[in-house]
Protein backbone atom coordinates (compact mmCIF):
# COMPACT_ATOMS: atom_id res chain seq x y z
CA UNK A 1 0.00 0.00 0.00
CA UNK A 2 1.35 3.82 -0.98
CA UNK A 3 2.92 5.56 1.59
CA UNK A 4 3.08 9.49 2.38
CA UNK A 5 6.31 9.73 0.16
CA UNK A 6 4.06 8.36 -3.01
CA UNK A 7 1.07 10.40 -2.14
CA UNK A 8 3.72 13.65 -2.11
CA UNK A 9 6.07 12.26 -4.71
CA UNK A 10 2.59 12.64 -6.98
CA UNK A 11 1.61 15.41 -6.21
CA UNK A 12 4.59 17.21 -6.58
CA UNK A 13 5.35 15.27 -9.95
CA UNK A 14 1.94 17.58 -11.20
CA UNK A 15 3.02 20.73 -10.17
CA UNK A 16 3.76 23.04 -13.22
CA UNK A 17 7.48 24.21 -13.13
CA UNK A 18 6.25 27.66 -13.55
CA UNK A 19 4.30 27.78 -10.07
CA UNK A 20 6.90 26.03 -7.91
CA UNK A 21 10.80 25.72 -8.05
CA UNK A 22 11.78 22.02 -8.33
CA UNK A 23 11.24 20.66 -4.69
CA UNK A 24 11.91 17.50 -3.53
CA UNK A 25 8.91 15.14 -2.63
CA UNK A 26 9.92 15.53 0.58
CA UNK A 27 11.07 19.05 1.40
CA UNK A 28 9.96 20.63 4.36
CA UNK A 29 7.57 22.91 2.59
CA UNK A 30 6.13 23.76 -1.51
CA UNK A 31 7.71 27.05 -3.12
CA UNK A 32 5.56 28.57 -5.27
CA UNK A 33 6.99 31.32 -7.56
CA UNK A 34 4.81 34.98 -7.31
CA UNK A 35 5.49 37.97 -8.15
CA UNK A 36 6.64 38.89 -4.63
CA UNK A 37 9.07 36.25 -4.55
CA UNK A 38 8.91 32.78 -3.33
CA UNK A 39 6.41 31.71 -1.43
CA UNK A 40 7.00 28.77 1.11
CA UNK A 41 3.56 26.58 2.59
CA UNK A 42 3.63 23.95 4.60
CA UNK A 43 0.77 21.85 6.12
CA UNK A 44 0.77 19.34 8.94
CA UNK A 45 -2.38 16.87 10.00
CA UNK A 46 -1.86 16.29 13.57
CA UNK A 47 -4.11 13.32 14.57
CA UNK A 48 -5.35 12.27 18.20
CA UNK A 49 -4.13 8.75 19.11
CA UNK A 50 -0.76 9.19 16.35
CA UNK A 51 0.40 12.65 17.25
CA UNK A 52 -0.47 13.37 21.02
CA UNK A 53 -3.11 11.71 23.38
CA UNK A 54 -5.40 14.42 24.54
CA UNK A 55 -6.92 13.12 27.34
CA UNK A 56 -3.37 13.17 28.65
CA UNK A 57 -1.73 16.33 27.22
CA UNK A 58 -5.11 19.00 26.55
CA UNK A 59 -5.94 21.19 24.13
CA UNK A 60 -3.69 23.75 24.45
CA UNK A 61 -0.75 21.25 24.50
CA UNK A 62 -2.51 19.99 21.14
CA UNK A 63 -2.84 23.50 19.75
CA UNK A 64 0.66 24.56 20.70
CA UNK A 65 2.41 21.37 19.27
CA UNK A 66 -0.04 22.03 16.12
CA UNK A 67 1.33 25.31 15.42
CA UNK A 68 4.90 24.28 16.15
CA UNK A 69 5.72 21.72 14.15
CA UNK A 70 4.26 23.99 11.11
CA UNK A 71 6.40 27.07 11.63
CA UNK A 72 9.61 24.69 12.25
CA UNK A 73 9.20 23.65 8.34
CA UNK A 74 9.28 27.30 7.67
CA UNK A 75 12.69 27.27 9.58
CA UNK A 76 14.09 24.32 7.99
CA UNK A 77 13.84 26.46 4.45
CA UNK A 78 15.03 29.74 6.38
CA UNK A 79 12.39 31.45 5.56
CA UNK A 80 9.99 33.71 7.51
CA UNK A 81 6.36 32.91 8.61
CA UNK A 82 3.49 34.86 7.33
CA UNK A 83 0.41 33.76 8.08
CA UNK A 84 -1.32 30.97 9.45
CA UNK A 85 -5.07 29.08 8.88
CA UNK A 86 -6.14 25.97 10.81
CA UNK A 87 -8.96 22.99 9.89
CA UNK A 88 -10.23 21.49 13.02
CA UNK A 89 -12.34 18.08 13.62
CA UNK A 90 -13.66 18.38 16.94
CA UNK A 91 -14.73 15.06 18.97
CA UNK A 92 -18.26 15.57 19.93
CA UNK A 93 -17.66 14.52 23.40
CA UNK A 94 -15.31 16.96 24.72
CA UNK A 95 -14.93 19.64 21.93
CA UNK A 96 -12.68 22.96 23.60
CA UNK A 97 -12.34 24.96 20.95
CA UNK A 98 -11.08 28.20 22.98
CA UNK A 99 -8.27 25.86 24.70
CA UNK A 100 -7.44 25.00 21.57
CA UNK A 101 -7.57 28.69 20.15
CA UNK A 102 -5.02 29.48 23.22
CA UNK A 103 -2.65 27.05 22.25
CA UNK A 104 -2.15 27.76 18.68
CA UNK A 105 -2.20 31.59 19.49
CA UNK A 106 0.36 31.09 22.17
CA UNK A 107 2.92 29.75 19.79
CA UNK A 108 1.50 31.87 16.43
CA UNK A 109 2.17 35.15 18.50
CA UNK A 110 5.92 34.10 19.51
CA UNK A 111 6.71 33.64 15.76
CA UNK A 112 4.39 36.50 14.73
CA UNK A 113 2.04 34.75 12.44
CA UNK A 114 -1.42 35.57 12.91
CA UNK A 115 -3.83 32.97 12.20
CA UNK A 116 -5.78 34.73 9.57
CA UNK A 117 -8.77 31.96 9.24
CA UNK A 118 -9.91 28.10 9.33
CA UNK A 119 -13.08 25.77 9.01
CA UNK A 120 -14.14 23.53 11.91
CA UNK A 121 -16.16 19.93 12.09
CA UNK A 122 -17.15 18.06 14.69
CA UNK A 123 -18.27 14.56 14.34
CA UNK A 124 -17.98 11.17 17.08
CA UNK A 125 -14.36 10.44 16.10
CA UNK A 126 -11.20 11.81 17.54
CA UNK A 127 -9.63 15.08 17.73
CA UNK A 128 -7.60 15.91 13.98
CA UNK A 129 -5.61 19.65 13.59
CA UNK A 130 -4.54 20.75 10.44
CA UNK A 131 -2.56 23.72 10.10
CA UNK A 132 -1.31 25.17 7.29
CA UNK A 133 1.56 28.29 7.27
CA UNK A 134 2.59 30.13 4.68
CA UNK A 135 5.90 31.80 5.07
CA UNK A 136 8.02 34.00 2.82
CA UNK A 137 11.93 34.61 2.07
CA UNK A 138 13.81 37.29 3.05
CA UNK A 139 14.69 39.64 0.61
CA UNK A 140 17.80 38.23 -1.62
CA UNK A 141 17.83 35.44 0.47
CA UNK A 142 16.67 31.68 -1.80
CA UNK A 143 14.60 28.88 0.12
CA UNK A 144 17.10 26.23 1.74
CA UNK A 145 16.66 22.47 0.21
CA UNK A 146 17.21 18.98 0.89
CA UNK A 147 19.12 18.89 -2.18
CA UNK A 148 22.18 20.71 -1.37
CA UNK A 149 24.58 18.62 0.57
CA UNK A 150 27.66 18.03 -1.38
CA UNK A 151 30.26 15.35 -0.24
CA UNK A 152 33.02 17.20 2.05
CA UNK A 153 30.28 19.46 3.72
CA UNK A 154 30.23 19.28 7.72
CA UNK A 155 27.03 18.18 9.02
CA UNK A 156 25.54 20.38 12.11
CA UNK A 157 22.79 19.91 14.26
CA UNK A 158 20.91 22.95 16.38
CA UNK A 159 20.25 21.26 20.04
CA UNK A 160 20.58 17.88 21.74
CA UNK A 161 18.35 14.91 20.06
CA UNK A 162 16.51 12.02 21.71
CA UNK A 163 13.67 11.18 24.29
CA UNK A 164 11.43 13.76 23.20
CA UNK A 165 8.38 11.64 23.99
CA UNK A 166 8.86 12.33 27.44
CA UNK A 167 6.93 15.66 27.05
CA UNK A 168 9.14 17.77 24.75
CA UNK A 169 7.56 16.45 21.81
CA UNK A 170 4.11 18.36 23.02
CA UNK A 171 6.33 22.08 23.01
CA UNK A 172 8.40 22.25 20.54
CA UNK A 173 10.59 25.03 19.79
CA UNK A 174 10.57 26.37 16.12
CA UNK A 175 14.14 27.29 15.44
CA UNK A 176 13.08 30.33 13.24
CA UNK A 177 15.65 32.79 15.03
CA UNK A 178 18.41 30.48 14.98
CA UNK A 179 17.64 29.41 10.85
CA UNK A 180 17.57 33.28 10.12
CA UNK A 181 20.81 33.84 12.20
CA UNK A 182 22.53 30.77 10.34
CA UNK A 183 21.32 31.89 6.91
CA UNK A 184 22.48 35.61 7.05
CA UNK A 185 26.14 34.01 8.48
CA UNK A 186 26.93 31.42 5.93
CA UNK A 187 25.95 29.49 2.94
CA UNK A 188 23.43 26.77 3.96
CA UNK A 189 23.62 23.86 1.59
CA UNK A 190 20.82 21.89 2.67
CA UNK A 191 18.70 22.05 5.77
CA UNK A 192 15.68 20.38 7.25
CA UNK A 193 13.97 19.92 10.66
CA UNK A 194 14.14 16.69 12.80
CA UNK A 195 10.73 15.19 13.20
CA UNK A 196 11.17 11.77 11.64
CA UNK A 197 14.44 10.71 13.95
CA UNK A 198 18.00 12.41 13.73
CA UNK A 199 19.50 9.45 11.25
CA UNK A 200 15.95 9.18 9.44
CA UNK A 201 15.95 12.88 8.36
CA UNK A 202 19.52 12.96 7.93
CA UNK A 203 18.88 10.43 5.28
CA UNK A 204 16.33 12.27 3.41
CA UNK A 205 18.77 15.24 2.88
CA UNK A 206 21.10 12.36 1.47
CA UNK A 207 18.83 10.67 -0.84
CA UNK A 208 17.69 14.35 -2.21
CA UNK A 209 21.45 14.95 -2.45
CA UNK A 210 22.43 12.04 -3.77
CA UNK A 211 25.71 12.16 -1.16
CA UNK A 212 26.11 9.88 2.02
CA UNK A 213 27.67 10.85 5.33
CA UNK A 214 29.53 9.87 8.48
CA UNK A 215 28.11 10.67 11.78
CA UNK A 216 30.87 11.10 14.58
CA UNK A 217 29.16 9.24 17.95
CA UNK A 218 31.00 11.01 20.21
CA UNK A 219 29.51 14.84 18.70
CA UNK A 220 26.22 14.00 18.51
CA UNK A 221 24.40 16.24 21.73
CA UNK A 222 22.30 13.82 23.96
CA UNK A 223 19.41 15.09 25.56
CA UNK A 224 19.01 14.28 29.13
CA UNK A 225 15.76 13.19 28.24
CA UNK A 226 17.42 10.52 26.03
CA UNK A 227 19.50 9.27 29.40
CA UNK A 228 16.74 9.30 31.51
CA UNK A 229 14.65 6.96 28.76
CA UNK A 230 17.69 4.74 28.04
CA UNK A 231 17.69 3.49 31.79
CA UNK A 232 14.67 1.75 31.13
CA UNK A 233 13.84 1.23 27.57
CA UNK A 234 16.53 -0.97 26.60
CA UNK A 235 18.13 0.88 23.85
CA UNK A 236 21.55 3.52 24.37
CA UNK A 237 21.18 7.42 24.53
CA UNK A 238 22.58 7.47 21.09
CA UNK A 239 20.44 4.85 19.96
CA UNK A 240 17.20 7.44 21.72
CA UNK A 241 19.39 10.50 19.89
CA UNK A 242 19.62 8.96 16.44
CA UNK A 243 16.00 7.79 16.32
CA UNK A 244 13.24 8.97 18.45
CA UNK A 245 12.78 12.11 16.47
CA UNK A 246 10.62 15.01 17.01
CA UNK A 247 13.06 16.86 18.28
CA UNK A 248 12.89 19.64 16.17
CA UNK A 249 16.23 20.76 15.85
CA UNK A 250 17.43 22.07 12.67
CA UNK A 251 19.78 19.25 10.78
CA UNK A 252 21.91 21.54 7.76
CA UNK A 253 24.68 21.21 5.57
CA UNK A 254 27.88 23.81 4.90
CA UNK A 255 30.92 24.25 3.15
CA UNK A 256 34.41 23.34 5.32
CA UNK A 257 34.87 27.14 5.59
CA UNK A 258 31.68 27.91 6.80
CA UNK A 259 31.92 25.01 9.49
CA UNK A 260 35.24 26.89 10.54
CA UNK A 261 33.49 29.99 10.80
CA UNK A 262 30.77 28.64 12.78
CA UNK A 263 33.10 27.44 14.98
CA UNK A 264 35.10 30.23 15.18
CA UNK A 265 31.88 32.34 15.90
CA UNK A 266 28.58 30.76 15.74
CA UNK A 267 25.60 33.20 15.72
CA UNK A 268 23.43 30.18 17.94
CA UNK A 269 24.61 27.10 19.55
CA UNK A 270 25.45 24.44 16.88
CA UNK A 271 26.99 21.11 16.98
CA UNK A 272 28.71 19.85 14.03
CA UNK A 273 28.18 15.63 14.28
CA UNK A 274 29.53 14.90 10.65
CA UNK A 275 30.52 14.91 7.35
CA UNK A 276 29.46 14.26 3.93
CA UNK A 277 30.80 11.85 2.07
CA UNK A 278 30.50 10.10 -1.77
CA UNK A 279 27.91 7.31 -0.73
CA UNK A 280 26.17 5.55 2.07
CA UNK A 281 25.36 6.35 6.13
CA UNK A 282 28.19 5.31 8.66
CA UNK A 283 28.62 6.04 12.14
CA UNK A 284 32.52 6.47 13.30
CA UNK A 285 33.04 5.40 16.58
CA UNK A 286 36.67 5.14 18.34
CA UNK A 287 37.88 5.37 15.21
CA UNK A 288 35.94 2.69 13.53
CA UNK A 289 33.39 3.18 10.68
CA UNK A 290 30.08 1.06 10.41
CA UNK A 291 27.27 1.29 8.38
CA UNK A 292 24.14 3.33 10.39
CA UNK A 293 20.47 1.80 9.62
CA UNK A 294 18.13 5.17 10.12
CA UNK A 295 15.95 4.64 12.04
CA UNK A 296 12.88 6.73 13.29
CA UNK A 297 8.94 7.19 12.00
CA UNK A 298 7.86 5.32 8.97
CA UNK A 299 5.08 7.12 7.22
CA UNK A 300 3.49 4.02 5.69
CA UNK A 301 0.45 4.24 5.78
CA UNK A 302 -0.97 1.44 7.72
CA UNK B 1 -20.80 25.20 23.93
CA UNK B 2 -18.89 27.99 21.49
CA UNK B 3 -19.52 26.94 17.95
CA UNK B 4 -17.80 27.28 14.72
CA UNK B 5 -18.26 30.74 14.03
CA UNK B 6 -16.57 31.68 17.85
CA UNK B 7 -13.38 29.99 16.63
CA UNK B 8 -13.00 32.15 13.57
CA UNK B 9 -14.66 34.79 14.99
CA UNK B 10 -11.35 34.66 17.75
CA UNK B 11 -9.28 33.93 15.02
CA UNK B 12 -10.21 36.87 13.16
CA UNK B 13 -10.38 39.11 15.95
CA UNK B 14 -6.04 38.39 16.39
CA UNK B 15 -5.36 39.18 13.22
CA UNK B 16 -2.87 42.31 12.70
CA UNK B 17 -4.69 45.28 9.80
CA UNK B 18 -1.43 44.90 8.56
CA UNK B 19 -1.65 41.40 7.25
CA UNK B 20 -5.51 41.25 6.95
CA UNK B 21 -7.75 43.73 5.42
CA UNK B 22 -10.88 43.76 8.09
CA UNK B 23 -12.94 41.26 6.01
CA UNK B 24 -15.81 39.42 8.48
CA UNK B 25 -15.71 36.71 10.82
CA UNK B 26 -17.58 34.41 8.10
CA UNK B 27 -15.63 35.56 5.11
CA UNK B 28 -15.39 32.86 2.37
CA UNK B 29 -11.51 33.84 1.91
CA UNK B 30 -9.14 35.51 4.48
CA UNK B 31 -7.30 38.27 2.80
CA UNK B 32 -3.79 39.12 3.26
CA UNK B 33 -1.72 42.27 2.28
CA UNK B 34 1.48 41.25 0.39
CA UNK B 35 3.85 43.02 -1.90
CA UNK B 36 2.51 41.44 -4.65
CA UNK B 37 -1.37 42.32 -4.18
CA UNK B 38 -4.22 40.52 -1.61
CA UNK B 39 -3.64 37.40 -1.19
CA UNK B 40 -6.60 34.93 -0.39
CA UNK B 41 -6.58 31.37 1.44
CA UNK B 42 -9.36 29.51 3.07
CA UNK B 43 -9.45 26.42 4.05
CA UNK B 44 -11.99 23.27 4.08
CA UNK B 45 -12.16 20.40 6.33
CA UNK B 46 -14.33 17.16 5.26
CA UNK B 47 -15.07 14.69 7.58
CA UNK B 48 -16.41 10.47 7.24
CA UNK B 49 -19.77 10.67 8.27
CA UNK B 50 -20.57 14.66 8.08
CA UNK B 51 -19.53 15.64 4.84
CA UNK B 52 -19.49 12.03 3.01
CA UNK B 53 -19.84 8.70 2.96
CA UNK B 54 -17.09 7.03 2.13
CA UNK B 55 -18.51 3.50 2.09
CA UNK B 56 -21.37 4.21 -0.85
CA UNK B 57 -18.98 7.25 -2.39
CA UNK B 58 -15.84 6.21 -2.54
CA UNK B 59 -12.20 8.10 -2.42
CA UNK B 60 -12.58 9.71 -5.53
CA UNK B 61 -15.31 11.41 -4.71
CA UNK B 62 -14.38 12.70 -1.62
CA UNK B 63 -11.08 14.45 -3.69
CA UNK B 64 -13.20 15.86 -6.07
CA UNK B 65 -15.49 17.66 -3.60
CA UNK B 66 -12.67 18.69 -0.92
CA UNK B 67 -10.88 20.10 -4.07
CA UNK B 68 -14.31 21.63 -5.32
CA UNK B 69 -15.35 23.27 -1.74
CA UNK B 70 -12.24 25.03 -1.37
CA UNK B 71 -12.11 26.58 -4.94
CA UNK B 72 -15.38 27.94 -4.30
CA UNK B 73 -14.56 29.74 -1.86
CA UNK B 74 -11.89 31.07 -3.69
CA UNK B 75 -15.03 31.75 -6.39
CA UNK B 76 -17.04 33.78 -3.79
CA UNK B 77 -13.87 36.42 -3.54
CA UNK B 78 -14.26 36.75 -7.43
CA UNK B 79 -10.81 35.14 -7.24
CA UNK B 80 -8.42 33.14 -9.43
CA UNK B 81 -6.59 30.18 -7.77
CA UNK B 82 -2.96 29.72 -7.46
CA UNK B 83 -2.40 26.50 -5.51
CA UNK B 84 -3.47 23.84 -3.16
CA UNK B 85 -2.40 21.59 -0.08
CA UNK B 86 -3.97 18.94 0.83
CA UNK B 87 -3.80 17.45 4.62
CA UNK B 88 -5.42 13.59 5.41
CA UNK B 89 -5.94 11.37 7.77
CA UNK B 90 -6.46 7.97 6.29
CA UNK B 91 -8.62 4.71 7.89
CA UNK B 92 -6.03 2.22 8.57
CA UNK B 93 -8.85 -0.26 7.58
CA UNK B 94 -9.02 1.54 3.99
CA UNK B 95 -6.81 3.96 2.96
CA UNK B 96 -6.48 4.62 -1.10
CA UNK B 97 -4.51 7.39 -1.52
CA UNK B 98 -4.67 7.06 -5.22
CA UNK B 99 -8.03 7.22 -5.33
CA UNK B 100 -7.98 10.46 -3.42
CA UNK B 101 -5.42 11.99 -5.76
CA UNK B 102 -7.13 11.38 -8.77
CA UNK B 103 -10.22 13.02 -7.35
CA UNK B 104 -8.19 15.89 -5.90
CA UNK B 105 -6.74 16.79 -9.14
CA UNK B 106 -9.33 15.88 -10.82
CA UNK B 107 -10.80 19.59 -10.14
CA UNK B 108 -7.53 21.01 -9.52
CA UNK B 109 -6.72 20.45 -12.66
CA UNK B 110 -10.00 22.04 -14.53
CA UNK B 111 -9.17 25.31 -12.71
CA UNK B 112 -5.70 25.45 -12.75
CA UNK B 113 -4.69 24.75 -9.10
CA UNK B 114 -1.90 22.53 -8.98
CA UNK B 115 -1.33 20.67 -5.96
CA UNK B 116 2.08 21.73 -4.29
CA UNK B 117 2.53 20.10 -1.40
CA UNK B 118 0.44 18.01 1.61
CA UNK B 119 0.52 15.79 4.58
CA UNK B 120 -0.39 12.40 5.25
CA UNK B 121 -1.25 10.31 8.62
CA UNK B 122 -3.44 7.57 9.74
CA UNK B 123 -5.48 5.90 12.62
CA UNK B 124 -8.28 3.36 13.46
CA UNK B 125 -10.57 6.48 13.07
CA UNK B 126 -12.45 7.93 9.70
CA UNK B 127 -11.38 9.63 7.13
CA UNK B 128 -10.57 13.40 7.09
CA UNK B 129 -9.32 15.77 4.07
CA UNK B 130 -8.04 19.13 4.47
CA UNK B 131 -7.34 21.51 1.47
CA UNK B 132 -6.31 24.62 1.58
CA UNK B 133 -6.27 26.94 -1.41
CA UNK B 134 -4.67 29.89 -1.70
CA UNK B 135 -5.22 32.58 -4.91
CA UNK B 136 -4.95 36.17 -6.04
CA UNK B 137 -7.22 38.80 -7.33
CA UNK B 138 -6.80 39.96 -11.06
CA UNK B 139 -4.77 42.88 -11.38
CA UNK B 140 -7.05 46.26 -10.54
CA UNK B 141 -10.04 44.16 -8.86
CA UNK B 142 -10.62 44.08 -5.01
CA UNK B 143 -12.03 41.20 -3.21
CA UNK B 144 -15.47 40.89 -2.89
CA UNK B 145 -17.02 40.78 0.63
CA UNK B 146 -19.65 39.77 2.46
CA UNK B 147 -19.76 42.97 3.71
CA UNK B 148 -20.94 45.06 0.82
CA UNK B 149 -24.81 44.67 0.31
CA UNK B 150 -26.58 47.72 0.59
CA UNK B 151 -30.35 48.71 0.73
CA UNK B 152 -31.99 48.76 -2.60
CA UNK B 153 -29.30 46.06 -4.08
CA UNK B 154 -30.42 43.11 -6.20
CA UNK B 155 -30.08 39.56 -5.14
CA UNK B 156 -28.95 37.26 -7.49
CA UNK B 157 -28.08 33.73 -7.61
CA UNK B 158 -25.86 31.75 -10.35
CA UNK B 159 -27.67 28.45 -10.65
CA UNK B 160 -30.73 26.31 -9.23
CA UNK B 161 -31.05 24.91 -5.33
CA UNK B 162 -32.06 22.74 -3.39
CA UNK B 163 -31.96 18.34 -2.98
CA UNK B 164 -28.04 18.37 -3.78
CA UNK B 165 -28.14 15.65 -1.26
CA UNK B 166 -29.28 13.53 -3.94
CA UNK B 167 -26.02 13.63 -5.35
CA UNK B 168 -24.74 17.07 -6.58
CA UNK B 169 -23.37 17.91 -3.24
CA UNK B 170 -20.31 15.55 -4.31
CA UNK B 171 -19.43 17.13 -7.48
CA UNK B 172 -19.94 20.59 -7.32
CA UNK B 173 -18.77 22.99 -10.18
CA UNK B 174 -16.78 26.04 -8.41
CA UNK B 175 -18.19 28.88 -10.25
CA UNK B 176 -14.79 30.64 -10.97
CA UNK B 177 -15.63 31.50 -14.09
CA UNK B 178 -18.84 32.86 -13.27
CA UNK B 179 -17.71 34.84 -10.61
CA UNK B 180 -14.94 36.05 -12.88
CA UNK B 181 -16.80 37.21 -15.94
CA UNK B 182 -19.40 39.16 -13.16
CA UNK B 183 -16.57 40.73 -11.63
CA UNK B 184 -15.65 41.91 -15.08
CA UNK B 185 -18.78 42.87 -15.97
CA UNK B 186 -20.57 44.47 -12.85
CA UNK B 187 -19.74 46.27 -9.58
CA UNK B 188 -20.18 43.03 -7.40
CA UNK B 189 -21.21 44.63 -3.73
CA UNK B 190 -21.29 41.66 -1.79
CA UNK B 191 -20.69 37.88 -2.79
CA UNK B 192 -20.91 34.11 -0.90
CA UNK B 193 -20.99 30.66 -2.10
CA UNK B 194 -24.18 28.37 -0.89
CA UNK B 195 -22.88 25.80 1.41
CA UNK B 196 -25.06 26.03 4.18
CA UNK B 197 -27.96 26.89 1.93
CA UNK B 198 -29.84 29.54 0.11
CA UNK B 199 -31.23 31.16 3.30
CA UNK B 200 -28.30 30.87 5.26
CA UNK B 201 -25.82 32.20 3.33
CA UNK B 202 -27.95 35.01 2.27
CA UNK B 203 -28.73 36.23 6.42
CA UNK B 204 -24.33 35.99 6.45
CA UNK B 205 -24.55 38.71 3.72
CA UNK B 206 -27.28 40.47 5.21
CA UNK B 207 -25.69 40.35 9.11
CA UNK B 208 -21.63 41.49 7.65
CA UNK B 209 -23.55 43.95 5.53
CA UNK B 210 -25.85 44.83 8.12
CA UNK B 211 -29.12 45.31 6.37
CA UNK B 212 -31.97 43.03 4.98
CA UNK B 213 -33.62 41.53 2.18
CA UNK B 214 -36.88 40.38 0.70
CA UNK B 215 -36.86 37.03 -1.21
CA UNK B 216 -39.68 36.62 -4.42
CA UNK B 217 -40.85 32.82 -4.07
CA UNK B 218 -41.30 33.06 -7.66
CA UNK B 219 -37.94 33.69 -8.68
CA UNK B 220 -36.19 31.87 -6.79
CA UNK B 221 -34.74 28.59 -9.64
CA UNK B 222 -35.72 25.29 -8.06
CA UNK B 223 -33.39 22.20 -8.96
CA UNK B 224 -35.27 19.48 -10.06
CA UNK B 225 -33.65 17.32 -7.37
CA UNK B 226 -35.64 19.53 -4.92
CA UNK B 227 -38.95 18.80 -6.78
CA UNK B 228 -37.76 14.84 -6.49
CA UNK B 229 -36.68 15.21 -3.45
CA UNK B 230 -40.08 17.24 -2.27
CA UNK B 231 -41.90 13.94 -3.36
CA UNK B 232 -41.04 11.95 -0.11
CA UNK B 233 -39.79 14.34 2.40
CA UNK B 234 -43.01 16.50 3.15
CA UNK B 235 -41.00 20.03 2.85
CA UNK B 236 -42.18 22.20 -0.67
CA UNK B 237 -39.43 22.26 -3.35
CA UNK B 238 -39.22 25.67 -2.29
CA UNK B 239 -37.83 24.96 1.33
CA UNK B 240 -35.52 22.87 -0.18
CA UNK B 241 -34.06 25.52 -2.47
CA UNK B 242 -34.18 27.82 0.96
CA UNK B 243 -32.10 25.29 2.83
CA UNK B 244 -30.79 22.21 1.90
CA UNK B 245 -27.46 24.05 0.77
CA UNK B 246 -24.11 22.34 -0.70
CA UNK B 247 -25.06 24.04 -4.19
CA UNK B 248 -22.22 26.34 -4.45
CA UNK B 249 -24.09 28.29 -6.78
CA UNK B 250 -23.07 32.28 -6.11
CA UNK B 251 -25.06 34.29 -4.22
CA UNK B 252 -24.54 38.51 -5.23
CA UNK B 253 -25.79 41.48 -4.75
CA UNK B 254 -25.59 44.43 -7.81
CA UNK B 255 -26.96 47.84 -7.77
CA UNK B 256 -30.34 48.26 -9.55
CA UNK B 257 -28.56 49.74 -12.38
CA UNK B 258 -25.64 46.92 -12.54
CA UNK B 259 -29.01 44.65 -12.38
CA UNK B 260 -30.53 46.22 -15.42
CA UNK B 261 -27.21 45.46 -17.33
CA UNK B 262 -27.07 42.00 -16.48
CA UNK B 263 -30.67 41.79 -17.41
CA UNK B 264 -29.86 43.55 -20.64
CA UNK B 265 -26.96 40.74 -21.61
CA UNK B 266 -25.66 38.85 -18.56
CA UNK B 267 -22.30 37.28 -19.38
CA UNK B 268 -23.34 34.10 -17.38
CA UNK B 269 -26.54 32.82 -16.36
CA UNK B 270 -27.94 34.95 -13.28
CA UNK B 271 -31.69 34.76 -11.46
CA UNK B 272 -32.39 37.51 -9.79
CA UNK B 273 -34.24 36.75 -6.66
CA UNK B 274 -34.77 39.32 -4.15
CA UNK B 275 -33.55 42.96 -3.50
CA UNK B 276 -31.91 44.51 -0.14
CA UNK B 277 -33.79 46.44 2.16
CA UNK B 278 -33.19 48.26 5.54
CA UNK B 279 -33.46 45.28 7.97
CA UNK B 280 -34.84 41.45 8.70
CA UNK B 281 -35.44 38.80 5.95
CA UNK B 282 -38.59 38.45 4.10
CA UNK B 283 -40.15 35.79 1.37
CA UNK B 284 -42.94 37.82 -0.71
CA UNK B 285 -45.50 35.58 -2.14
CA UNK B 286 -48.22 36.28 -4.01
CA UNK B 287 -47.34 39.88 -3.12
CA UNK B 288 -47.49 39.33 0.60
CA UNK B 289 -44.63 39.82 2.76
CA UNK B 290 -43.99 37.40 5.67
CA UNK B 291 -40.67 37.27 8.02
CA UNK B 292 -38.44 34.08 6.96
CA UNK B 293 -36.28 32.17 9.53
CA UNK B 294 -32.78 31.49 7.22
CA UNK B 295 -32.43 27.92 7.42
CA UNK B 296 -29.52 25.59 6.35
CA UNK B 297 -26.74 24.14 8.16
CA UNK B 298 -25.68 25.42 11.80
CA UNK B 299 -21.74 25.25 12.78
CA UNK B 300 -22.71 24.08 16.25
CA UNK B 301 -20.15 21.82 17.67
CA UNK B 302 -21.97 19.03 18.76
Known amino acids: MPGEFDFIRWIRSATPAAVGVPVGPGDDCAVITSPAGPLLVTTDVL ?8 AECGYRAVGRKAMAVNLSDIAAMAGTPVAAVVGVVFPNRAADPEELHLGLREVADAFDCPIVGGDTNSWAG ?72 LSKDLSHILEESACGAVLFAERIPIHPDAMELAKSSGNTPLAHALGDGEDFELIFTVSADDAAKLRQSPPVPVFKIGECVDG ?13 APTGWAHDIR
Open 280 to 292: GLWLEEAGKRTPL
Open 47 to 54: TEGVDFLL
Open 126 to 197: GLVVSVTVFGTMKPGRKPVLRSGAKPGDRIFVTGPCGGSIRGRHLSPVPRLKEADALADFVDLHAMIDISDG
